[in-house]
């Protein structure tokens, strides 16, 4: 064997060894996107892979068993076979928040749903909130910007005594000054209002024929036409918060004479009777104040509020409870417009006994001096809960609610207690 066979052999086998150790080596694997946290908003939060926008996703389920009317006074009671005394409800809740950091300011997306299950079964969907948010603007459905404080109980069946009025359309713009103090001005759906009479009484209690249809509960409210304009002054510091709010709302009146009132009924109760807006409507207007305290020298968690408004014209504003069951305005017999007056006053302390057992108690006294003779309504609410958080995330708790109304009809005072049990587990 000569030197050129010897060197020819030895290159075929290093390239034999060299192709069977590179079969062996692993293959790269393609570059993975991995979801990373963004601690740039709280926690929660993840980067939207691909982009600079973070997403927090949550939700939560609630589970109520509830008892109606345990004093036999408030209309529905455990007194009548048909009544409906106790049920049990069921909810679930989901929310969506985006958050990205502009040259313009904070980019935010919020939406949040939820659908609940009572006793009859089925279920509804109710968008509860759904805006946009850049910088100081915000449009779209979030909390009315008259709204301050709206109790420290749950409130779950009968209303504290507040303008609690969940969520609103609306456009809004808030302007911050610097430690804690800021500004905002809201154009908002005029959906927080209650019912417009005639001398005092709602139409479809006198069985009033439109048309020569009968129709019942007549609420002579006309269309939309101007849209609630909402303002507050606001600041947010350790100690806790406090704001100062006002609203306009427009009163109008839809029109209604003795032709379009009908015959029989009609004409017996409302004899000659001409409503008649002309397409003139009145300024209803409500104003507040509030603060809340944080008592940590108390305990971690402790807290005391207070809240005080007045109204005419705008009822809801004073009480979400009043919202299209009493009356904004009436008209009188000679058909003018005369607005309503609504005041209010309440508070309430949450306490932490330790770290996952607390206690709350809301007090509210709210009076309306309805127009035209209409009844005068005077509320007085008291509800106070136990609970318990074992794990984070997680509550149970127990809640009794009361209010009694007192009237100057003969007949109409009614004294609500309700009892409420409740587990509620969020994430």
């Known amino acids: 064997m000569n030197i050129k066979s010897i060197l020819l052999g030895a290159s075929a ?34 980067y939207i892979p691909g982009t600079e926008t973070c997403l927090k996703i949550g939700g939560g389920v609630r589970v109520e068993f509830r008892a109606f009317d345990m ?42 749903a939820w659908s609940t299950t009572d006793n009859a079964g089925g279920s509804d969907f109710y968008l509860d909130e759904a805006f946009i948010q850049l910088g100081g603007f915000v449009a779209g459905r979030t909390a009315s910007y008259f709204q301050f404080y709206t109790g420290n109980n749950w409130g779950s069946v009968l209303d504290q005594g507040f303008a609690d009025f969940g969520e609103t359309n609306l456009f809004a713009y808030t302007a911050q000054f610097g430690n804690g103090f800021s500004a905002s001005a809201s154009v908002e759906v005029a959906n927080k209002r209650g019912q417009i009479f005639y001398n005092g009484a709602q139409l479809g209690t006198q069985t009033v024929a439109l048309s020569g249809t009968a129709a019942a509960a007549i609420d002579g409210y006309g269309g939309h036409k101007i849209p609630d ?56 207007w409500a104003i507040g104040a509030g603060a809340t305290f944080n008592l940590p020298m108390i305990a971690p968690g402790d807290n ?24 904004d305005a009436s008209y009188n017999a000679a058909g003018a417009l005369k607005l309503s007056s609504a005041w209010g006053i309440g508070g309430g302390f949450t306490h932490f006994w330790t770290p996952a057992i607390s206690s709350a108690l809301t007090v509210s006294y709210n009076s309306l001096d309805q127009a035209a003779g209409g009844a005068d309504i005077r509320d007085l609410n008291v509800q106070g809960n136990l609970i318990w958080r074992p794990v984070s995330g997680l509550y149970v708790g127990a ?3 009361y209010r009694n109304r007192n ?17 509620q587990r969020t994430f």
Request: a negative charge; glycine letters at 14%.
């Open 13 to 46: 086998a290093a390239l034999a060894a060299t192709g069977a150790q590179a079969a062996d080596l692993p293959v790269a694997p393609e570059p993975v996107d991995y979801v990373r946290v963004c601690d740039a908003f709280g926690t929660g939060f993840f």
């Open 71 to 112: 004093l036999q006074d408030g209309g529905s009671a455990w007194d009548a076979r048909t009544d409906t005394s106790t049920g049990i409800r069921a909810r679930g809740y989901l929310n969506f928040d985006s958050r990205t950091n502009t040259e313009y300011g904070l980019l935010r997306t919020y939406v949040a």
């Open 229 to 284: 304009f909402v303002a507050n002054l606001r600041v947010d510091q350790g100690w806790g918060s406090a704001q100062l709010m006002g609203a306009l709302h427009h009163v109008y009146g839809r029109s209604l004479n003795a032709a379009t009132m009908g015959t029989g009924t009609a004409a017996t109760n409302f004899p000659g009777a001409i409503v008649s807006t002309n397409g003139k409507g009145k300024l209803g």
């Open 304 to 327: 005391v509020s207070i809240q005080a408004s007045y109204s005419q014209g705008a009822i809801g504003y004073v009480s979400s409870a009043w919202d299209g069951v009493f009356s």
């Open 399 to 401: 809640e009794l609610e």
């Open 407 to 423: 009237t100057n009809v003969v007949g109409a005072d009614s004294d609500d207690l309700v009892g409420i049990f409740r587990v």
